[in-house]
């Protein structure tokens, strides 16, 4: 799967805005939000990860 299509399928399943940067031998990836309401949303759904 190419960085593009992982990218959009984390975007799509946290619905926020993602960025990977792929390297080598790892990479980043960058969850954007525009509020702290945003932000507790995030920690909700990687909260029920556990």
Do not use: P, W
Request: hydrophobic share 45%; aromatic share 4%; no cysteine.
């Amino acid at each position: 799967m190419q960085a593009k299509q992982l990218e959009q399928e984390i975007a799509q399943i946290l619905e926020m805005t993602v960025t990977l940067k792929i390297a080598k031998s790892g990479g980043s990836v960058m969850i954007h939000f525009n509020s702290y309401e945003e932000m507790d949303d995030l920690l909700d759904k990687l909260r029920l990860l556990k």
